[in-house]
């Protein structure tokens, strides 16, 4: 079992779940081998049929980063918020339960963020796994966020879809917490 000191996690990876235990695992396997070693996972359980739970509880007991939080199904922005109000760091990392992360993401979008105060939110670009396993639409939609890498470029496209692959930002919590939080809007 590995225990960390997390009094105060340098960043909190926020990840909705919702009958997600097919690919659960692996999500939280490519975050337990992240460079960036002081950070917390703050799972929500979004009233989840499946094995979800369970498979997170299993996972929480290997490794106390994990911090879990059960709640009915109300769907994925009140899971989001009620993450959210559970994170402690200052720096919020988002994942989805069927996403992978490279093991250096976290210290390296930190370490951007410390180096440009003014940002308030960064992005990656994103690849698709495995390799070819997409439909078409999907890769088109793929290489227009890997072709977004400026803000003039984002502020052009936002209107169009989401120009940030959301597993693969990184954002100062006090900003989205000063917005009022993830909204539903109709639209990304």
């Known amino acids: ?4 000191n997390l009094a105060m996690p340098r960043v909190s990876v926020l990840m909705p779940c919702y009958n997600v235990a097919q690919t659960l695992a692996e999500t939280l396997q490519s975050l337990s081998k992240q460079t960036l070693k002081n950070f917390e996972i703050v799972a929500v359980d ?11 509880e299993d996972w929480a007991e290997k490794d106390s980063r994990l911090r879990i939080l059960a709640r009915p199904h109300e769907g994925i922005i009140p899971a989001m918020n009620a993450g959210l109000a559970a994170c402690r760091a200052e720096l919020i990392a988002r ?16 370490a951007y963020l410390d180096e440009h105060p003014h940002v308030g939110l960064l992005a990656c670009k994103v690849e698709e796994f495995p390799p070819g396993s997409g439909r078409e639409g999907f890769r088109v939609y793929m290489d227009w966020l890997n072709s977004l890498l400026n803000d003039e470029d984002i502020k052009r496209e936002i209107f169009v879809e989401s120009p940030l692959a959301h597993p693969g930002v990184m954002y100062r919590k006090k900003l989205v917490l000063d917005l009022g939080g993830y909204q539903e809007r109709g639209w990304a």
């Open 1 to 4: 079992c590995a225990v960390y």
């Open 46 to 56: 979004d009233g989840s049929e499946d094995a979800t739970l369970q498979v997170l």
């Open 95 to 110: 994942m989805d339960a069927d996403d992978w992360a490279y093991p250096e993401r976290l210290v390296k979008q930190a």
